[in-house]
């Protein structure tokens, strides 16, 4: 967010006051020399010259003093404001001694006298102790809630909760038909024990026939089949309810209904938004990644490790996450304009980062400290060094693995056809001298050929890089057919030196035969470096073989600048190969071109047989040039990025201090190198946040689970559980699931099926056969009066589903839905693709777009036609949780539009195909496959009368608006 | 299943227990206390109580007052697309016109969007003293000119963006990202609509097309969808709006009676639940709204000398005809604001098609042809518009905002006849209800380049309208994603000279 744009005396340049902090210390006056007592001595002294514009009414400069954690962590500008055991060293006594020229606190109102500053000194030096020491109730990272550990609390009157008698209330009888269920889920005695404290009970357990429909429209999405249906209710099976659960979590629908919810809490769309608003026509490869993960039950973990840093785990469609959100691409030679698009650019992953898996709103410290929660201006630059080197854009995902054996294949050839072809090649005029230079260095791949030399050792010496610390993936020395330059050759490499600490990047990985980012070396030097190869004997060598990245990934730290030498018998360097006759490097390198054979002069036969190599190694070529063509994936793009600045009020154009990556301190800190490889950051952050010690992680995404499973969160706020936020309802419950999913227990209420750490659909299994959520959703009058919003879970509480849950609904009950699942999204809208992209949305529709609406393409800005209308957001922001509203417009969507007319005419169809002409049949018909119960006695009549009046499709069209339709009961 | 029952009996059919139930009464209160402090329930970031309007279900438009007794009681924003520049219309500067073909001090150093400056260039449209006031207003707006006096110019505005899209979001929303929601939403958040018939918030495009950063400009970000603007226009009436074709008109009624009586029968299984009640009521809305808005958006009933004083009533050629349709637009914001719709966003201007400039007010390379055809467009409908509200006494209750995304820059593009992009000083007006009339606020320098005279930001624009609505920006507030969201985030102060 934007925010405070005022100036304020204490927000001022931030370079003046570090200039001021260093100065001398003479002028303060001493520090009282006696105990300071914070009540007696202190406290006044705040009250009456600082809280009025620094407590809790106003913050200026972010800062306010009425709790010991804020009145040392500071402002916006001093960060900490109070040392505790150095006065002098603290900017609060430099700034009320008039020391900060232009600074001088309090900005209004009289000066402090020399003994007020001498006691806050002495309180300061003696530990700045707050009243009666109450620090710890102070210090929000001690006292919040959400950032307390989790500890897993004791069930309340643990042992098996006989729900059936305990707890069922309000004189009703469970239903019929329903099973008595003798409860041993802790859920249960949590959730009951509330409800006791405050009057009530849960319900009765709901039918099977709502229970069944309940399930399938909450996990799949849309009602189940009259056969699921007609199974269940007939299964007499003591575990039937459990069985039916596992087939619902391995149902192929999960993933899809699941991920979408998913999809809500990162931002993703298909287009750029803002006015160019472009296709990104490989973003549903991330889409597709997200229901598989959820299908697949990905442990939670993983599934964050994943979205933050796939790129090093094999998944790299998974960094579709970090660039899921908006993105302005109108260029412009404005600096300040490309800068703040930047900088929106990284506001937009660090804020999402932040409420996606932390539940915290980080984007609030984008322009000074946080105003609730323990996020300072610096931590939330460190985030943003995190993200430096990440960019928007399309990119090529890594091979599978039989592409990769038909590349190394065609490698082989390649290689084999170019040794027998080497006599042959067309030698270049000599380099410099006005010939044709070579072409540029390649990040992927150079050779330098040089004329065969006999040496015991090689030297690599890098003079300049494209940026940073240079990086080579593997150097080759060829003698012939053979690569000598390898360790297990008995070759030995040193270098200057190697950037330590990563486990990518090692020396020994610059002769280990293996190419690519992940294992190659790092000099430990910007801009410069070398490498020695040290033979096991003398070699006659030829050329030398090295690149960046090998697999093409990478193509910052590229040595633009160097020099290969070969150790002579006199102990001295003879260079033999240099980037002096290489043309300079450009932004985007082009590959060299390959070089010319002549078979001038030769005889017929010998000429013919090298005829024939050459074409082989063409045709060679092309087939590795087929292979090695990757899929393209709208995902994380990753470089290098030079140092992270905090920008004074978040402005792009205010640079201050340098920030190394790294994240909050409400947690086990992490800080890294200013200068850390790019990948390691993300990597480091995904490990600190994917921890299971992490107070947030756990508890963010269990009350997600909870949310969609029951309509609303045990917090109210999923994507805040900072101060700001609204608490648990049921804080002790939150931290059992927490617990209970980051190491599920043995005896945790659950069926047979494998569990494992953050295994999702273990959680959902769990709440899934608890008696809470099994209990009748009909309302009851007394229970109304105490909770009207059914927040302690009296009762199940129905609610209207969402947007594409109706979608889904009307086409899978029409017998119109296409199952088609994956692969790239179909169109909701017709497209204008000019230089601004118009997208309209479709009014009639084909079988075209009968595909689940997860797999629509989803447009920034323009929402559907029809669905739209209902609370669906368009990816524009992160939406943890969806509004329900109720408007005509949706009225006049779901009652006039073609859509629904059509798909009640093939309802329609589909009822006389299976019911025949009977209109009891077809009416008995549409109520099993729309609501999943027969028709009531009136019911009945009343709609077989109205069929033969107005049509079958008339019907189908009221029962498609149909409240019952709409609902989980 | 519970037994049928007679479905008049159905106390959801009784209006007033409707009400009653509608699940924010005691039992909410209630709960509030069992759950301790909320953090829902605190102060936003202004340090002031926040006001979150209560919402009834199925009643999104219900009337509901404003914070303090405000001036207006509707909203005519008139938005002009692609940056109308303040220098060909309302903003004279006659050092600009003396120092025409000179450089403009500094701007060998300034890069705006589009690259390098050229030299000042003065306005091909010259400038004349208007109304009794005398204000210069441009031979490009001569009739708007003729209002003068009626008018209430902000010539000191910035913005804080330099591109079509966040400057759009910027103007209509306060947050030149996308996903926030507009002054319209919020307003009517706020205050409902006085008419039930009707959408409460309406969004005309021009005939040209939508906007450059289309329903984004009436969209309802975070807020309920119910907030969003209804998009219809005289050309294009609302999507799904009216009964199919293929439905005769007795059949229709008879399946809206049959789903009546399904949704009533589902109702009784779970009584007092609002939500469901909410659905049932917001079809009969829907019903309604199928009668009324046709009605308004009939002109039929317009008179001659209604259609000649927008201009609604000449063709012949493409100039005229556009006109004739944005005139068109123009009186069916009169109609909705005679009716009673909270706000009404008219467009001037599409987006970018046929080239930079040509449908929309971007004039950065061919500003005479270009502005030559936007200025009649808009002129004389614009002008009639004020005329006719004015006449009907609608003014004292309605406040007109003219405005577009940013100004433009008093220098030509190195190389080219046009303008570029410049937030850093731009015009707006407002007219009617509560505002000063024949009076200028604020002032560019002397080229016109960058507002220094009571600097009006965007914020203070919204905080402004809010508070002629009688409705404290500090205080209206959304909680979204961890903030109670305000429209104008933590900026903004009510720009008091300009309130009569």
């Given amino acids: 967010m934007t925010c405070a744009w005022m100036s304020s005396a204490w927000m001022s340049s931030f370079a003046a006051a570090t200039l001021a902090i260093g100065a001398d210390v003479a002028p303060l006056p001493p520090a009282a020399g006696r105990t300071v007592d914070f009540t007696r001595d202190i406290q006044p002294i705040l009250a009456g010259s600082c809280i009025s514009c620094h407590g809790p009414e106003k913050q200026k400069g972010s800062y306010r003093l009425d709790s010991r954690a804020a009145a040392l962590k500071g402002g916006e500008t001093y960060d900490p404001a109070i040392k505790p055991g150095d006065s002098a060293g603290s900017p609060l006594i430099r700034l009320v001694a008039g020391l900060v020229p232009d600074e001088k606190m309090p900005a209004k109102g009289d000066a402090l006298t020399a003994d007020q500053i001498a006691l806050l000194r002495a309180w300061i030096d003696q530990g700045a102790r707050w009243a009666d020491d109450a620090g710890a109730d102070a210090d929000p990272i001690r006292s919040h809630w959400s950032y307390r550990p989790v500890v897993r609390p004791p ?73 699921d249906v007609a199974a269940f209710v007939g299964d007499r099976e003591p575990l039937a309810f ?127 400290s946080h105003k609730f929660d323990p996020i300072s201006h610096r931590e939330y630059h460190a985030m943003t060094a995190v993200f430096a080197g990440v960019k928007h854009g399309e990119r090529a995902l890594p091979l599978p693995a039989d592409r990769q054996a038909a590349v190394a294949e065609a490698d082989a050839r ?123 004997k003398p070699e006659r060598i030829d050329r030398v073989v090295w690149g960046r990245d090998r697999e093409g990934g990478f193509k910052d730290r590229l040595a633009t600048g160097y020099r290969i030498e ?109 200068n850390a490889p790019e990948q390691e950051r993300r ?47 049921h804080p002790e419950l939150l931290d059992w699931l927490a617990s209970e999913w980051v190491a599920p227990s043995s005896a945790s209420g659950s069926t047979t099926a494998a569990r494992h750490p953050w295994s999702i659909k273990h959680l959902q299994r769990l709440i899934l056969t608890s008696a809470t959520w099994r209990q009748s959703s009909g309302p009851l009058a007394s229970a109304r009066k105490i909770d009207a919003t059914s927040r302690l879970l009296w009762r199940f509480p129905p609610r209207r589903m969402e947007a594409e849950g109706i979608r889904d609904s009307i086409l899978a009950v029409s017998g119109n839905l296409d199952r088609t699942a994956g692969g790239p999204s179909f169109f909701l809208h017709d497209v204008d693709r000019e230089n601004v992209y118009h997208y309209h949305p479709k009014e009639k529709f084909t079988p075209a777009e009968t595909r689940r609406m997860v797999y629509a393409f989803k447009v920034r800005m323009e929402q559907d036609g029809i669905f ?59 109520w099993q496959l729309a609501f999943n119960r027969a028709p009531a006695p009136g019911e009945l009549e009343a709609a077989t009368g109205f069929a033969r009046a107005e049509g079958l499709p008339a019907l189908c069209r009221a029962v498609l608006n149909a409240n019952e339709f709409l609902f989980i009961p | 299943m519970s037994e049928p029952t007679d479905l008049r009996r159905s106390p959801l059919l009784d209006r007033r227990r409707f009400f009653a139930d509608t699940g924010i009464g005691l039992g909410a209160i209630a709960l509030t206390h069992l759950l301790g402090r909320q953090g829902l329930l605190a102060a936003n970031v202004s340090g002031k109580e926040t006001i979150r309007p209560v919402i009834p279900p199925g009643q999104p438009y219900a009337p509901r007052k404003p914070h303090f007794t405000g001036r207006a009681k509707n909203v005519l924003v008139i938005f002009c697309s692609g940056a109308c520049s303040q220098l060909d219309t309302f903003d004279h500067k006659p050092e600009l016109i003396r120092r025409h073909g000179q450089p403009m001090p500094g701007s060998d150093k300034l890069i705006t969007f589009q690259g390098e400056q050229g030299a000042l260039a003065k306005s091909p449209w010259e400038f004349k003293p208007r109304g009794k006031s005398g204000k210069m207003i441009s031979d490009l707006v001569p009739h708007i000119g003729a209002l003068a006096d009626d008018l209430c110019f902000i010539h000191s505005m910035q913005g804080k963006t330099n591109t079509h899209g966040p400057g759009e979001n910027f103007m209509s929303t306060c947050n030149a990202l996308d996903g926030f929601p507009s002054l319209g939403a919020w307003v009517t958040y706020a205050l409902g609509s006085e008419d039930q018939s009707l959408p409460a918030y309406v969004a005309i495009p021009d005939p040209r097309g939508k906007p450059q950063n289309s329903v984004n400009n009436w969209a309802p970000g975070f807020l309920p969808a119910a907030f969003q603007g209804t998009e219809f226009n005289a050309t294009h009436p609302i999507r799904n709006l009216a009964r199919p074709g293929s439905v005769p008109a007795g059949s229709d009624a008879a399946t809206r009676r049959f789903l009546r009586e399904l949704n009533e029968r589902h109702a009784e299984r779970f009584p007092g639940d609002t939500e469901l009640a909410a659905r049932i009521a917001s079809y009969e809305l829907a019903a309604r709204m199928q009668l009324t808005i046709p009605e308004v958006a009939d002109l039929s009933s317009e008179p001659a000398h209604i259609l000649k004083l927008y ?87 309605t406040l007109v905002v003219w405005c577009t995304e940013f100004g433009r820059m008093p220098t030509f593009q190195k190389g080219s006849q046009g303008r570029d992009h410049n937030p850093s000083g731009f015009t707006c007006w407002m007219a009617g209800a509560g505002v000063k009339k024949g009076f200028s606020h604020g002032a560019t320098d002397e080229f016109g380049y960058k507002a220094v005279e009571d600097v009006t930001t965007v914020y203070d624009l919204h905080a402004t309208i809010l508070h002629l609505l009688g409705l404290d920006h500090e205080r209206l507030t959304y909680y979204h994603n961890g903030l109670e969201r305000r429209l104008t985030d933590v900026h903004g102060q009510v720009v008091k000279a300009v309130l009569s």
């Fill in chain 1, 155 to 227: 069930v309340p009157g643990a042992g098996a909760t006989d729900v059936s008698g305990a707890v069922v209330g309000g004189g009703r009888k469970p239903v019929e038909g329903s099973v008595k269920a003798v409860s041993s889920n802790p859920i249960d005695s949590f959730i009951a024990a509330k409800l006791a404290e405050n009057g009530l009970t849960l319900s009765p357990e709901a039918d099977r026939v709502t229970l069944i429909r309940r399930l399938f429209l909450v996990m799949l999405g849309m009602p189940p089949a009259p056969d």
């Fill in chain 1, 683 to 729: 990597v480091r952050l995904a490990d600190w946040i994917a921890s299971p010690d992490n107070p947030l992680t756990a508890r963010v995404m269990v009350n997600r689970v909870w949310q969609h499973q029951f309509g609303a969160g045990l917090v109210t706020t999923p994507n805040d559980f900072g101060k700001n936020g609204a608490r648990p309802s």
């Fill in chain 1, 414 to 536: 390649i290689a084999e056809l170019e040794r027998r072809l080497a006599p042959f090649i067309a030698r270049p005029a000599a380099a410099g001298a006005g010939g044709k230079l070579r072409p540029a260095v390649d990040p992927v791949r150079n050779e330098d050929r040089f004329a065969p030399v006999g040496t015991r050792a090689l030297r690599f010496t890098i003079l300049a890089t494209s940026g940073g610390e240079p990086c080579i993936d593997e150097l080759e020395v060829w003698s012939g057919d053979r690569n000598v330059a390898l360790a297990s050759a008995g070759t030995k490499a040193s270098a200057s030196g190697t950037l330590p600490g990563l486990e990518i990047h090692k020396l020994e990985h610059i002769n280990d035969g293996r190419v690519g980012n992940n294992r190659s070396w790092i000099s430990s030097e910007a801009g410069r470096g070398w490498i020695r190869l040290d033979f096991a």
């Fill in chain 2, 311 to 397: 201009g609604a009533d000449e063709g012949g050629s493409k100039i005229l005809e556009t006109r004739a349709a944005f005139a068109r637009n123009c009186i069916l914001a009169r109609r909705l604001v005679e009716k009673g719709v909270r706000f009404v966003q008219v467009f001037n201007g599409a987006y970018q098609t046929g080239g930079e400039g040509v449908s929309n007010w971007d004039g950065h390379k061919d500003l005479l042809n270009q502005y030559s055809q936007h200025g009649p467009v808009l002129d004389k409908p614009t002008a009639g518009l004020l005329i006719d509200l004015k006449q009907r006494g609608l003014l004292d209750d």
């Fill in chain 1, 242 to 368: 459990e069985r039916l659960v596992d087939k619902v979590l391995a149902d192929a629908r999960y993933g899809e209904r699941w991920g979408r919810h998913w999809l809500d809490v990162v931002r993703f769309a298909e287009s750029n938004g803002f006015e160019t608003n472009r296709e990104r026509p490989n973003g549903w490869r991330f889409r597709d990644y997200v229901i598989a993960a959820f299908n697949s039950d990905k442990p939670y973990d993983q599934f964050i490790r994943e979205q933050i840093a796939g790129d090093a785990l094999g998944t790299d469609v998974a960094t579709g996450f970090l660039v899921g959100g908006p993105v302005d691409i109108v260029g412009s030679p404005d600096i300040v304009l490309t800068s703040q698009q930047r900088a929106d650019e990284l506001d937009d992953m660090v804020g999402t980062t932040g409420t996606a898996f932390l539940g915290l709103t980080l984007g609030c410290a984008r322009c000074h």
């Fill in chain 1, 868 to 926: 739209g209308a209902f609370d669906c957001p368009d990816g524009s922001l992160v939406a943890p949780k969806r509004s329900m509203s109720t408007t005509p417009l949706q009225a006049l969507n779901l009652f006039n539009s073609d859509f629904i007319l059509q798909q009640a005419e093939i309802f329609a169809a589909r009822l006389q195909n299976e019911a025949g002409d009977d209109a009891r049949a077809q009416v008995r018909t549409a």
């Fill in chain 1, 566 to 674: 070969v150790l002579t018998a006199a102990d001295t360097w003879d260079p033999v190969a240099s980037s002096d006759d290489r043309a300079k490097a450009k932004e985007t390198p082009s590959k060299p071109a390959p070089p010319v054979y002549v078979f001038d002069g030769l005889p017929a036969a010998e000429a013919a047989q090298a005829r024939q190599w050459s074409a082989g190694l063409d045709s060679a070529r092309k087939e590795r040039a087929g292979a090695a063509k990757a899929a393209m994936v709208y995902s994380g793009n990753f470089t290098q990025p030079g140092p992270t600045f905090r920008l004074h009020r978040g402005d792009p154009m205010q640079k201050r201090e340098p920030v190394p990556p790294g994240t909050l301190a409400i947690f086990r800190p992490l800080t890294l190198a200013t």
